[in-house]
C-alpha cells in the first residue's frame, strides 16, 4: 500500500522550565526548530517530524507555574 506524506501546521502545548520567559522562548524555539517524534496511530497513521514555523516572539504565553497569565 503506498504511503502518503503531508506537510502540515499543529498546534501544540511545550511546557519549558527557564530562569525568565526569554530564555524559555529561546530553549523552545532551538529544540522545535527540527524534532523527530514517532507518533504511530493503530490505524497506520505516524506523525514523525515536526519543526517551528515562527520565531520565539510570537508564541503565546498563557501560562507560569500553573496559573494563567
Given amino acids: 500500500m503506498p504511503e502518503y506524506a503531508f506537510?502540515?501546521?499543529?498546534?501544540?502545548?511545550?511546557?519549558v522550565e527557564a530562569n525568565n520567559e526569554s530564555e524559555a522562548?529561546?530553549?523552545?524555539?532551538?529544540?522545535?526548530?527540527?524534532?523527530d517524534i514517532g507518533i504511530v496511530t493503530p490505524d497506520?497513521?505516524?506523525?514523525?517530524e515536526a519543526?517551528?514555523?515562527?520565531?520565539p516572539k510570537n508564541y503565546s504565553l498563557f501560562e507560569i507555574d500553573g496559573e494563567a497569565t
Avoid at 7 to 15: E, I, K, Y
Avoid at 25 to 35: F, G, I, M, P, V
Avoid at 44 to 48: C, L
Wanted: hydrophobic share 45%.
Fill in 7 to 15: 506537510d502540515l501546521t499543529l498546534s501544540a502545548v511545550a511546557r
Fill in 25 to 35: 522562548r529561546e530553549k523552545l524555539y532551538n529544540y522545535a526548530a527540527c524534532l
Fill in 44 to 48: 497506520g497513521v505516524s506523525f514523525t
Fill in 51 to 55: 519543526s517551528a514555523v515562527e520565531p
